[in-house]
């Protein structure tokens, strides 16, 4: 089962919202294929590649867009942990922070 985390869920919208700026439409079109891709994870979870800047191979990522949706195999679930624009710095840090954020 896909789950999102808060600051997941967060990151998508703030996404949208920027898109919406100029297109409605084009940010509705960007967040369905965002979430859409997502659900591929329930049957393929291993299709994205290894965060290069982690190295951990439960925590992988797709590549959408100019978006990076970044995310961990548990035994029972997938759980996106972030999207973040592909230039934004994502390290071992981010992943503790996101995850600290998400225990609040």
């Known amino acids: 089962m896909v789950e999102w985390t808060d600051p997941a869920k967060q990151d998508l919208k703030a996404i949208h919202d920027y898109i919406a700026r100029d297109s409605t439409f084009y ?3 960007v967040s369905l294929e965002i979430v859409e891709k997502s659900e ?3 049957i393929l979870p291993e299709i994205g590649r290894v965060v290069p ?13 100019s978006y990076r949706l970044v995310y961990e195999i ?8 972030a999207l973040i ?10 992943l503790e922070n996101l ?3 998400e225990g609040q």
């Open 85 to 94: 624009h592909g230039k934004r710095d994502f390290s071992r840090i981010n």
């Open 53 to 65: 800047e982690i190295g951990d191979t439960r925590i992988r990522e797709l590549i959408i867009y």
């Open 27 to 29: 940010a509705k079109k």
């Open 40 to 42: 591929k994870l329930n």
């Open 74 to 81: 548990f035994p029972d679930k997938i759980e996106i942990l």
């Open 99 to 101: 995850r600290k954020q």
